[in-house]
């Protein structure tokens, strides 16, 4: 029961990596924008991140680190796709791509640093409840906020005039722009909004998760966190799920190797992506499913006027 209290608790913690990138990504295409450089985000906020905690030793400057250089990225990318009318795959493609070898060149001399030993915590009281105290109340507050922010962006999106706004730029910006909303400038504060909160999930990787800078260590999570919110068909609560799902998956690999289960490392290694694809194979059976639920103008350009 002890090894299990760990397994869920290790779940809690690799998911809320998952669902920090994919609420901000379901931001984006609610606002129908595709954005593929998450994972390039991921890896400046990362290596943004550790630098301010190694040279500050707070970690909540970390992650506001991170977010600045997710918003930073992500408003790049903005004003490329929705005032220059660049195709967006290609562009969050490239994003992915410089961010990758961006992160690589800045992070060289972080290489070999290290942090101050991180801080335990813990809820009085409750993490002493058996099985459940270890495994819910001993996480750091991110993982908290991150339930919190899923039900305040539920409550935006479906309860909230600026959320009915948002949604109708992402079905029909034509309308929208109408009745007078500006279109542009609600797409690219919801691109920059969701590039600050990739890169939250990129600094607490480097900073909590594995506090340690290594080349590439976001290892495919921004297109986890993409696929997510097809996974989750733009619900925030099934991103939440979705990113404790995966997450699951990607810590059942170690808790099977520290159990001595003879498969091959590579193997479980390959069970988070394995994981990915099935799930997104079953979904696309359903093409009418997407639909209803996909916002109708995702991925498309808009021109004012035109």
Known sequence: MESFALLLAATFNAGTVLAIAALGLLINERAGIVNLGAEGMMLVAAIAGFATAVHTGNDWL??????????????????????LNTNQYATGLALSLFGTGFSAFVGIKYTQEKLTERAHFDLPFL???P???????????????????TVAL??????????????????SPESAHALGYPVRRIRLLAVMTGGALCGVAGAYISVIYTPLWVEGMIAGKGWIALALTTFATWRPARVLLGAYLFGGVT????????EG?????QFLTMLPYVATIVVLVLISRNANFIKVNMP??????FFPGS
């Open 62 to 83: 970390a992650f506001a680190a991170g977010a600045g250089a997710g918003a930073l990225m992500a408003a790049a990318f903005g004003a490329l796709v929705i005032w």
């Open 127 to 129: 993490s002493d409840i």
């Open 131 to 149: 099985f459940i105290g270890p495994a819910v109340f001993k996480q750091h507050p991110m993982v908290y906020l991150a339930v919190l922010f």
């Open 154 to 171: 539920a409550w935006f999106l479906y309860r909230s005039r600026a959320g009915l706004v948002l949604r109708a730029v992402g079905e």
């Open 251 to 258: 810590m059942l690999q170690f808790h099977l190797q520290g």
């Open 261 to 265: 289960v003879q498969i091959p490392s």
């Open 296 to 301: 109708a103008s995702i991925g498309k350009p």
